[in-house]
């Protein structure tokens, strides 16, 4: 019903910065909240950042905290994650996600439609 697609990834030095953006399309993309997640070889898929239905409540991962935004511009039915002073640990395939759930969702399974990923790699 709903259509993600991540786009922006690819390759930057350590303490570069990089913005990922998340089209969607196929449904009221007000009524969605957003998510960003991200997962690395061999590791969990872990939540980054979420942004309300309303866009007025965001969190973030310990580890982005202070780094990472999300917003989105509802006329556009986009969702951005703007990744600066970036860490080699920051190295995954990045998603996004839409949940029809009030409020910032955390877990995976609290969100409706997922996108297919986008890579980003930070070299030392």
């Known amino acids: 019903q709903v259509q993600l697609v991540e786009s922006g990834g690819g390759l930057v030095q350590a303490g570069g910065s990089l913005r990922l953006s998340c089209a969607a399309s196929?449904?009221?993309?007000?009524?969605?909240?957003m998510g960003w997640f991200r997962q690395a070889p061999g590791k969990e898929r872990e939540f980054v950042a979420g942004l309300s239905r309303s866009g007025g409540a965001t969190d973030y991962a310990d580890s982005v905290k202070g780094r990472f935004t999300i917003s989105r511009d509802n006329a556009k039915s986009t969702v951005y994650l703007q990744m600066n002073s970036l860490k080699p640990e920051d190295t995954a395939v990045y998603y996004c996600?839409?949940?029809?759930?009030?409020?910032?969702?955390?877990?995976?399974?609290?969100?409706?439609?997922w996108g297919q990923g986008t890579q980003v790699t930070v070299s030392s």
């Open positions: 196929g449904g009221t993309f007000s009524a969605y909240g």
């Open positions: 996600a839409a949940t029809w759930r009030l409020g910032v969702q955390y877990r995976n399974y609290k969100y409706d439609y």
